[in-house]
């Protein structure tokens, strides 16, 4: 099942029907990322129990997807171009499946802490690599369509959030066992990957009866991919993903404590405002495709970081609640399209996609490594509304380096029409 980067598969029909099944695959991969994540984190209280360990060591145990997810990032290139993202899809999220059932197997039995954190590792170092596969190809699929599609994508990976969180809450009710409940996700995972694969193509290929695009000399080596990272272009783009991953994940990890400590509202309101602002999120990801369509890429980043911005200076200064809401919103609706934007970005040039999109998604995961600890030394310091001025920083930069994501000039010149069913080239 290996595929050479150096010897592309063969051409293939790829008409309409095989563009959209292709798609269509890739939102069940998307999804299954997601769900694969909720279905773990909707358990982390019961896994404390369970360990009757400390909340510094559950920072610890929760490290162990962080830190398997950077080595998975870092690695992604080389086994990209060795197998393909196919490939590389389709045993990645098997592992995937493997060490989610090893962590709920050793949050069961033992309980283990060792087990757990090397299943986490594991379901770590699959997702990330498999998470630049991801984007490779819809980056790929993205070009055959003509339009654009890769925040869909994204907005399917929080569709897969939303079912992981909403059957993790179902099986607490059931009180069913962790294993139990891993290892039927795990399952589930498994069984829709290997039917989602099927309708998968290579990133290589560029339209039916077309030659595969070729891979450049550079990109045939360890050293060679490596040398991506002296792109200024690389940075720039990782810079733009850098800022809107933070203004994600800060909202992740804290939006809720913040609208509790900060503007006095119960737990519980504070995670129906967190509900909020995914939705937001989410809403931002399936609408903001047209608006990428006709405005372009960089224009829709530099109004989405200003959205994100007066939506972080809403909540931190709102003076009720119910304003700080409508900040959220905002926020959320600012940060929906930066990562996926950016990824499509990096995957222009598809001879260095898989090196480039490793890079700078490496880059953007160094937010959610930083951000959580970072966010929470400044909160003890200045108080939690006002540490989030560190994301409306960051926020900033990614605006004002959003001209690193322009479309290259053969789309700008030329951009894709509509094919009619059965016609060869790009597929609306």
């Given at each position: 099942m290996a595929q050479s980067s150096a010897s592309a598969a063969p051409s293939e029909p790829l008409d309409r029907a095989a563009v959209i099944a292709w798609r269509n695959a890739l939102f069940v991969i998307f999804a299954l990322c997601g769900l694969g994540l909720a279905s773990w984190v909707a358990r982390v209280p019961a896994v404390r129990d369970a360990l009757g360990v400390s909340l510094e060591q559950m920072g610890v145990l929760i490290f162990g997807i962080a830190a398997g997810s950077i080595v998975g990032l870092l690695a992604s290139s080389h086994v990209i171009a060795r197998f393909g993202t196919r490939t590389t899809m389709t045993w990645l999220l098997?592992?995937?499946?493997?060490?989610?059932?090893?962590?709920?197997?050793?949050?069961?039995?033992?309980?283990?802490?060792?087990?757990?954190?090397?299943?986490?590792?594991?379901?770590?170092?699959?997702?990330?690599?498999?998470?630049?596969?991801?984007?490779?190809?819809?980056?790929?699929?993205?070009?055959?369509?003509g339009r654009a599609t890769m925040p869909i994508f994204h907005a399917?990976?929080?569709?897969?959030?939303?079912?992981?969180?909403?059957?993790?809450?179902?099986?607490?009710?059931?009180d069913l066992p962790i294993a139990v409940h891993m290892i039927a996700i795990s399952v589930l995972i498994v069984v829709a990957v290997l039917v989602a694969v099927r309708s998968l193509r290579s990133e290589h290929l560029v339209a039916?009866?077309?030659?595969?695009?070729?891979?450049?000399?550079?990109?045939?080596?360890?050293?060679?991919?490596?040398?991506?990272?002296?792109d200024p272009r690389t940075i720039l783009i990782g810079l733009i993903i850098l800022g809107m991953a933070f203004a994600e994940g800060s909202a992740n990890d804290w939006l809720g404590l913040a609208m509790v400590d900060g503007h006095g509202v119960s737990n519980a309101t504070g995670a129906v405002v967190f509900g909020v602002f995914v939705t937001a999120m989410t809403v931002g990801r399936l609408l903001g495709v047209r608006l990428l369509d006709r405005f372009g890429r960089v224009p829709v980043l530099r109004g989405s970081a200003a959205l994100a911005a007066v939506g972080l200076l809403i909540v931190i200064f709102?003076?009720?609640?119910?304003?700080?809401?409508?900040?959220?919103?905002?926020?959320?609706?600012?940060?929906?399209?930066?990562?996926?934007?950016?990824?499509?970005?990096?995957?222009?040039?598809?001879?260095?996609?898989?090196?480039?999109?490793?890079?700078?998604?490496?880059?953007?995961?160094?937010?959610?490594?930083?951000?959580?600890p970072l966010i929470g030394f400044l909160a003890e310091q200045v108080g939690i509304l006002n540490s989030l001025l560190v994301v409306l920083v960051l926020v900033a930069v990614s605006g004002i380096v959003s001209y690193a994501a322009r479309e290259p000039r053969a789309t700008e010149t030329k951009p894709a029409e509509p094919r009619p069913a059965g016609s060869r080239g790009p597929v609306a």
């Open positions: 098997l592992g995937a499946g493997i060490g989610l059932s090893v962590a709920g197997l050793g949050a069961t039995f033992g309980p283990s802490f060792a087990v757990i954190f090397a299943g986490l590792a594991l379901f770590g170092i699959c997702t990330g690599m498999t998470d630049v596969a991801m984007n490779v190809s819809g980056a790929a699929n993205e070009r055959l369509l399917f990976f929080s569709f897969g959030t939303i079912v992981g969180a909403a059957l993790g809450a179902l099986a607490e009710f059931l039916d009866g077309e030659e595969p695009i070729p891979v450049d000399d550079h990109s045939k080596t360890w050293r060679g991919r490596l040398s991506i990272w002296r709102g003076p009720t609640p119910g304003v700080a809401i409508v900040g959220s919103v905002l926020w959320g609706l600012g940060s929906a399209l930066g990562f996926p934007v950016g990824m499509s970005a990096a995957a222009d040039d598809p001879r260095t996609a898989a090196a480039r999109v490793s890079a700078v998604a490496t880059i953007g995961y160094f937010a959610f490594l930083v951000g959580p």
